[in-house]
């Protein structure tokens, strides 16, 4: 059943699909609607829009890929699925950003978790940013309409060695842990949901609802790259984007004039800030870019007893929220532990040595186990987060600072790490930085964690989850957008991407822009159809 | 390419790297220097063109890649680069020991094609900074050109951008190494090195992307 490909099958049946590199003269296109991303946030407001009758244009930096291309290999899926070709980093070099850029987004490449916004989030926004229409009562419907909607239900199969690490560790260290919900249909438990899913089992953008929009007369056109929302008084007037050549990364020198009722960036958490920066749109208050968030990442990895093999089997199941809101809300910084997948490129790409230090690593690796901590960031006024900007070509970057009390999160994560493996069984902990060795128990190893420096570089950082920067807010002097994702100074544009988050999430965020953009699409629908 | 200074004008030291306050003294003239490296090296006749096709190399295995991003000069530093890098994990037999180094600089550089402008400007910078004779013996503190450049003196150099507190080299040593690692152990004939079998054989057999290959 899940073998059935929609997109192949869409192709046959008309939809109207165009690739940005077969434009061979300067155009215009016009719609109700023109959206911006085709992720998470554009797929879902796509969708809604054009089963509601609107004409929608969803419009899409990178390419098309589709079943017939994900063949589970790591090379020309970082290539082609990623940002960068999966060099992407923040301003300093310092983190490594793991983000989509094809058509479904980074839904085409994340690795299925899909949480609720935590309660105490939701409250917190309420409290803090004046947005109490988002309290979780007034958020589950939209919760559990996109649980049915992309089939998120808790694993029902048992997590693989990698996974199953973590739910030892905790087991044995009284650390609650539970099952992750996934959003996934048929899935066949192979573990390669981040080269882009090869049996269509993941229910993303990809197959979910761009589908949707698409066979609801939406018109897709990808290789495009949104430049410019051109405005008038309080109202854009038209998109100016640039078409891209068939090889994803250089422009065609064509250009396409988008005309539309309404706009809505769903470009990420780092491109929809950049887009709005790029447009010179008012910004009174030089909002715009500010308070980014990414969850930071660190990693411990242990050569344990048996194989774990954690490059096979769903790659996300089993969680511990025990240190995430333990501080309270805004107490010290909280954090999230989950596993990542090892394949080979990512290993070798992850874990930072060369020689026969590296190669003894990766002759290891069926041995490892890794654990991962998201760090919630954005909660404390120490956490101010980082800052979108544009460089000359006015492309985005991100600049993020680790401020003491990130770096106070990010040692506590490795204790906690190194507690968890080795209480699973862990022969040898190793933390990703520069000055670890191998420590054989967990004494050592917590001896080593109090004593390295805890300094950009050394410590290797990642961030898969990339939000706000058009954060939302009751007061538009510290926020882009209102509680609906409607921008405080222009009248017929909405943001609805992970940018629009006053905090991050303190979870993996799809579920959270999925639930937000289904809430204020249907709200955008009516408005427009009035 | 420039002719490098001659030793004795140097400072040679092998402390693992200045410490933090003679590199704060240094910084904003080093910061400097590394913006001004690109333009330098173009002026001092270091290749600055994608290297294209090698074909009319007498010394490297016949390939018809062509180079999009890596010039001539950064195919000679990961020549040195790689054996150092890599390791023991590269074969021993000259031939296909330099087929292995070959195929994994192609796949260097056709990453690099997609990593997009904003990337490729800094790898562009880190790879003159190593090339250019002047900085590549003061900064990396590597005195031989990189064609003549041992695996011991590659990994040296390695360590001491490893080990540097100087976030700056710290940064490079991620570039280099990363790039180079995912080249190598990411691709397929490679995969055994890591114990990975590929992927599980009874989904290769049954999905249909397969079935033309």
Redesign the interface.
Known sequence: MQLKDRIAQGYESGWKVTDGATLTENQTFEADVVIIGTGAGGGTTAEILAQSGLSVILVEEGRLYYQKDFKMDELTAYASLYQEGMSRVTKDGAIAILQGRCVGGSTTVNWTSSFRTPDETLNHWANRFGLDSLRPDAMTPWFDGREQRLNIEPWAVDPNPNNDVLRQGCEKLGYSWKVIPRNVKGCWNLGYCGVGCPTNAKQGSLVTTVPGALENDAHLIYGLRAEKLVANQDRIEHLQATAMSADGVTPSGITVTLKARHFVSAASAIGSPGLLLRSELPDPYDRVGKRSFIHPVNVTVAEMPDKIDPFYGAPQSIYSDHFNFSGGVDGPAGYKLEVPPMHPAMAAGVIPNHGQAQATNMAGLPWTNAVLALIRDGFHPDSPGGTIGLRDDGSPYLDYPVTDYLWDGLRRAFHTMAEVQFAAGAKRVRLMHLDSDWYTNLADCKAAIDDVPMELHRVRLFTAHQMGGCGMGANPEESVVNAFGEHHHISNLSVHDASIFPTSIGANPQLSVYALAARNSSRLANKLKE | MMTSLPDDTLHQSDAPGMDRRSFLKTGIGGAFFLGTVSVSAGLSGCATQPAGSLGDSTTRPASSYQFRFLTRDDIALFEALLP??????LPEDPQTRRAAIAGTIE?ID??????????QK?LRRLFDLLNFGLTRVTVARVWSSWPNVSTDEA?AF?ERW??SSI?LF??G???L????????????D??H????P???QY??DA????KNA
């Open positions: 150092a890098i890599a390791g023991p994990n796949r056709s990453g690099i094609h997609n990593f997009g402008p904003a990337n800094e990994h390695l490893r080990t976030g710290n940064n040593y991620i570039a190494t990363k790039i180079s690692n995912v080249a190598f152990y990411g691709y397929s490679n995969w090195l890591s114990g990975y590929g992927p599980p989904a290769v999905l249909p992307q397969f």
